[in-house]
Structures are given as structure tokens and as C-alpha cells.
């Protein structure tokens, strides 16, 4: 959620509405981040860089859902990186197979998939 709100205050496109976290998603499980790529805008100076990021979160319903977030370079760092290699691809596979955000606001079924209680886990490239 705190990154949701920095993405929020900084005008950052891509991120989910703090609302829309709060009603849906599942407080108490795991959520992954996958930087995908750097963004700097230069016809946009005053805007920070940031790292654009594929997320896969856990809805209330226990659906894994994927979806994009920009983040800080430095906010995403202070994230403990907590998973080992398989466990990295395994994520990136979860996140290929997928529906986004809006098809599932769309009514598409998801995939189904447990996960252990946590908060957010850094998955980097393999």
C-alpha cells in the first residue's frame, strides 16, 4: 500500500487507486515485484526516474492477478529480497500466465494459486 501511495503522490501512470487496493486486495498475503525496465521522461525533467515494475498481486479472493506499478529506485531497495532462484522463475512464470488487473475487474477467472501469509516480495531477474 505505502508504494501505491508514494507512485500516488509523485503523478506516477502506472498504479493501481489506494481505494481500489484497500477493497480488493488480500492485506495478509504475499505480492511480488519484478523490475521490468527504467523510466526516465526528458520532456519531463522534474519527474524523478523510476523503475517500472510488473506486480502480482493476491485479491481477496485468493486470485493472483498481475499489473504494473512505478517505483523509486530507493523505495524498492529498502524491500528485502527474500527468494531464492527457483522460486524467482516460478513467480515470473505466475506472472506470464496471469490476467491483468482490468480483465479481472472484467469478471475473467484467474489463475488460482496459495501462497504462504507475508507482505511483498522483490523478484529479480533470473
Request: aromatic share 8%.
Amino acid at each position: 500500500m505505502d508504494l501505491a501511495q508514494e507512485a500516488a503522490r509523485h503523478g506516477f501512470s502506472q498504479r493501481l487507486p489506494v481505494g481500489w487496493l484497500q477493497r480488493h486486495l488480500a492485506a495478509e498475503r504475499k505480492h511480488y515485484l519484478f523490475p521490468t525496465l527504467a523510466q526516465r521522461l526528458t520532456h519531463r525533467p522534474e519527474m524523478p526516474v523510476r523503475w517500472r515494475c510488473q506486480q502480482l498481486l493476491t485479491v481477496s479472493t485468493g486470485e493472483q492477478i498481475w499489473g504494473l506499478l512505478d517505483v523509486l529506485p530507493d523505495a524498492f531497495d529498502k524491500i528485502p529480497e527474500t527468494l531464492d532462484t527457483a522460486s524467482k522463475k516460478d513467480i515470473v512464470s505466475r506472472i506470464e500466465r496471469a490476467v491483468t488487473v482490468r480483465e479481472w475487474g472484467n469478471g475473467w477467472l484467474p489463475m488460482q494459486v496459495r501462497e504462504a501469509p507475508g507482505s511483498v516480495a522483490v523478484c529479480w531477474p533470473v
